[in-house]
């Protein structure tokens, strides 16, 4: 089995879209605002917006200027994925040591936006965001930091 496969059933994402930056001329704002009604964006298209912060009014941001601005700064190559995840909800049933056991549905998501040089590093960050997630909600919960893993 592909190892991104296998890292995505694992983590427990769906890859809800992926746009190459260089096909995006014309109709950016769509993939960005469709993106952070999730979260922040990506801190490389991020740091491209004077005054970002992700508590702003949105419609106001030129998506045109900030593809362009992406662009010229060399990000050409790079990709655009969105990510779900279930929103967990851990079960009252915590034992010491084991984890907990979580609930969840494909009906109420959270999504983030991730931007990797190539296609392999914006799955890889997904899969490591989706891992990390799921480590938060249901993990034991005396389980120090260093016990979660990670994708290389």
């Not at 298209?45 to 106001?60: E, M, N």
């Not at 593809?67 to 967990?88: C, F, M, Q, S, T």
Request: contains cysteine; charged residues 20%; aromatic residues 10%.
């Amino acid at each position: 089995m592909n190892p991104f496969a296998s890292g995505i059933a694992n983590a427990t994402i769906r890859i809800a879209g992926v746009w190459p930056l260089y096909g995006l001329t014309g109709q950016p704002s769509s993939v960005f605002t469709d993106a952070i009604e999730y979260e922040a964006l990506p801190a490389e298209i991020a740091d491209l917006i004077p005054d970002y912060d992700d508590t702003f009014d949105h419609a106001d941001i030129d998506w045109d200027m900030v593809l362009d601005a992406a662009l010229n700064k060399g990000l050409h190559d790079g990709v655009l994925l969105l990510a779900e995840r279930p929103v967990y909800e851990p079960l009252d049933n915590a034992t010491p040591g084991k984890p907990r056991a979580c609930s969840y549905s494909w009906g109420f998501t959270a999504g983030r936006l991730f931007y990797g040089s190539s296609l392999n590093d914006a799955l890889r960050q997904a899969i490591n965001w989706g891992e990390a997630e799921w480590a938060s909600a249901c993990a034991p919960e005396d389980a120090a930091p260093a016990e979660q893993g990670e994708v290389a």
